[in-house]
């Protein structure tokens, strides 16, 4: 009995916990929280993309491929909800997402895009299991993280 209520405390935590934070989503998000949550999304993008790097590369042996891709193009489709209006650098001062997201909406819509239709095609290419398939699908897909970057993101 005592093992059986031990696992039950938790339950209830998680519960409370999790009721808790559905009812703070109705309110407005905080600048800092969709900032942070955007930046450990970008982070997940770049690890899924450097661990493919290493076996593009053949730095590595590991048959991952196809997971990481699998990871990367399923996430690929949160990135266009990444940057409501109140997330840019005036709300909150440590992001390096520029003012041009807001100012020119249909470029960093086309980025997105670009972005969104280079992650969707690569599992595929993944799949083939073909060196000069995957290298130019990861080209493609490089590219487009690089081209958002290079007009919407501050330099480090
Ligand atoms: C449509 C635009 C866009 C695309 C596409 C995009 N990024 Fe980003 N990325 C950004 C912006 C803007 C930031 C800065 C976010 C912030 O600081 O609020 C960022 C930040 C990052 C960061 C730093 C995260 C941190 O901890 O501060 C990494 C890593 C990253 N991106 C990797 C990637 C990779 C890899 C891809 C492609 C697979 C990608 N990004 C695609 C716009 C984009």
Redesign the pocket.
Known sequence: MRRFSFALAPAALLTAALLTASTAAVAADAPKDL?EY???V??A??G???AIAAMVKQQVSYDHIEAQADA?AAT?PV??DL?PEN?GPGDYA?????PA?WEKPAE?QA??E??EKA?AAFPAAAESGDRATILEAFKA??G??G???ET???DD
Do not use: K, P, W
């Open positions: 900032v955007r930046q450990r970008m982070s993008l770049g899924h993309t450097g990367l690929a990135v266009g940057f997330s440590e992001t390096d997402a520029l997201i960093f980025a997105v670009q972005f992650a897909l490089g487009s993280c081209n958002c970057h919407f993101r501050a």
